[in-house]
């Protein structure tokens, strides 16, 4: 809920004000709620990628396997090196990076997204908490103006 404060000011804004703000405050928290799907996004992206290095780690050297190329396509393939991976670090650069340090870059991208989900979900909770108030606010506004034309 939105402070007290802040609806007092809210209460002193004209009608216009209060429906520019409302809208803003919808449009963040519309944006706020993209962001917060992409990460979830990034997250389920990154704990599958930790779970294929875990199966992989599993694997002995010289194993057969399927080699995705695309998300329906495969070739044969034998497991070479699985000490040794290449991690996609965004932009298309890939670092190689030893198996355990793989995981540990997994951990550590997914602990991130988790703690910038959290301080989003809180920023998002807040706009939408003045979006509602701003939109109570120009109700009762609406309502009033009309009661006094109709009198």
Not at 88 to 109: A, L, V, W
Not at 111 to 135: H, I, P, R, T, Y
Not at 137 to 147: C, G
Request: charged letters at 25%; one cysteine or more; glycine letters at 6%.
């Amino acid at each position: 809920m939105a402070s007290s404060s802040s609806r007092g000011e809210m209460e002193k804004m004209g009608i216009d004000q209060l429906k520019a703000l409302k809208e803003q405050a919808d449009l963040e928290v519309n944006l706020l709620q993209d962001s917060l799907n992409n990460i979830r996004t990034a997250t389920v992206r990154l704990d599958s990628a930790a779970a294929a290095l875990n199966d992989l780690s599993l694997r002995p050297q010289g194993k057969k396997m399927l080699v995705p190329l695309t998300a329906s396509l495969y070739v044969p393939g034998t497991l070479d090196e699985a000490d040794k991976v290449l991690v996609d670090i965004g932009t298309g650069y890939f670092i190689e990076k030893t198996m355990d340090d793989g995981k540990d870059y997994c951990q550590r991208k997914i602990n991130l997204l988790k703690s910038n989900f959290d301080q989003l979900f809180e920023v998002a909770a807040k706009k939408k908490s003045v979006a509602d108030e701003a939109g109570m606010v120009l109700q009762a506004k609406v309502k009033q103006l009309s009661a006094a034309t109709t009198s």
